[in-house]
């Protein structure tokens, strides 16, 4: 008898399935970058202008127990605001996904629906590559932190006048280690860098 785990791992994906989302490709809503605009009592509507933030979105509407999104084809989409404890004084807001009622911090766009992570079955860009790929991911990221471009073949940037030196140097090295180890590896392709825009937001 063969387990349902081991006879779903041995099948193939289609070769005309749809490849799995990436998250830092994917249009969000953060609750965290909404938390000053939410009204403090009820009855109470806030509407700011996210025309900047959310392009795709025609009109976000803000109360003190839900979140309302419209967007250019006067689609509306409503989603539960639920404020719980931290443990370090003040609660916290996160949104209610509307397809598995869980609570998430962001909710994600696909085909112009906002639902978490999980119900849009999306990865993160280090699960599409191996070890050596996250490498080289995980450099670009501390070459973004520290100021420089995501990659790992520019000129690593100086120390910005603002950051520790120390600290700067401690990131430095584990950047350079981690690029050590990736360029003894040939790369059939250059990462995307859209997906560090996800980082740099």
């Not at 999104?69 to 605001?81: A, N, S």
Request: charged share 25%.
């Amino acid at each position: 008898m063969v387990l349902p785990q081991l006879r779903n791992s041995n099948r193939r994906r289609s070769r005309h399935s749809e490849p799995r989302p990436t998250v830092e490709l994917m249009a969000a809503i953060n609750i965290n970058e909404l938390r000053r605009a939410i009204p403090r009592y009820p009855n109470t509507i806030n509407e700011p202008d996210v025309s900047f933030k959310y392009p795709n979105l025609a009109y976000l509407r803000l109360s003190a127990s839900w979140l309302e999104i419209t967007d250019y084809h006067d689609r509306v989409q409503r989603f539960r605001i639920v404020w719980i404890r931290t443990g370090l004084g003040r609660h916290r807001a996160i949104l209610v996904c509307a397809s598995c009622h869980c609570g998430a911090i962001r909710l994600f766009a696909r085909y112009g629906t906002y639902a978490c992570r999980h119900c849009h079955k999306a990865v993160y860009a280090s699960q599409k590559h191996d070890q050596n790929g996250r490498k080289r991911l995980a450099a670009c990221k501390l070459r973004l932190k520290l100021g420089g471009l995501p990659d790992i073949n520019d000129i690593f940037p100086n120390k910005a006048k603002w950051k520790h030196r120390k600290r700067y140097q401690q990131l430095r090295n584990t950047a350079q280690a981690l690029e050590a180890k990736a360029k003894r590896t040939r790369f059939r392709k250059h990462i995307n860098t859209s997906i560090f825009a996800y980082h740099a937001a």
